[in-house]
């Protein structure tokens, strides 16, 4: 069973911004903290310590642009080093946000594009891999992406549709 904490704002390590949602739940094996840093995008857990298995998890199965902006910061309130990476979101019926590199550049953006519907008779084409027998509704305006600042990731979420009900 999860027990949900109380969700709070909290200083950012990676921007010193006070935007960093803390939440706090526990599960079988203890109480864990995540942030997510509304200001930078970044993101981390109590999990993520500097050389834990879930960090070597992480770095194998995540793309090398995320792993490169990897930042290591004490979590808010002090404690031992976290790892922090940019998150990648995933709203089917919203859009999607990920960090992007900037072309021509040593520098990333925020990417936000958002679901477009798939007609009816199309959808056939977009079969769902975990879900045999059903198709995808939605898929992400690849061709029409909006750009933001790498401290705008907030921009990026209210123009995906992620704080609306």
Not at 43 to 57: A, F, G, R
Not at 81 to 89: C, K
Not at 132 to 154: E, H, S, V
Request: charged fraction near 25%; proline fraction near 8%.
């Amino acid at each position: 069973m999860i027990e949900q904490g109380q969700d709070k704002l909290v200083n950012s390590p990676i921007c010193n911004s006070n935007a960093c949602y803390e939440s706090e739940f526990t599960t079988a094996d203890g109480p864990i903290k995540t942030w997510l840093c509304m200001t930078s995008g970044y993101t981390s857990n109590t999990t993520m310590k500097t050389n834990s298995e879930t960090v070597k998890l992480v770095e194998e199965t995540t793309a090398d642009l995320i792993k490169d902006l990897r930042q290591d910061h004490e979590p808010p309130g002090g404690g031992e080093s976290l790892a922090w990476f940019p998150t990648v979101i995933t709203m089917p019926e919203k859009g999607m946000i990920f960090p992007e590199p900037i072309k021509g550049q040593d520098d990333w953006q925020w990417t936000c594009v958002k679901a477009i519907a798939i007609p009816k008779e199309d959808q056939e084409k977009y079969p769902d891999p975990k879900n045999p027998g059903t198709f995808y509704k939605n898929k992400m305006d690849m061709k029409n992406p909006l750009r933001f600042d790498k401290l705008c990731f907030m921009d990026a979420a209210e123009e995906m549709g992620m704080f609306k009900k």
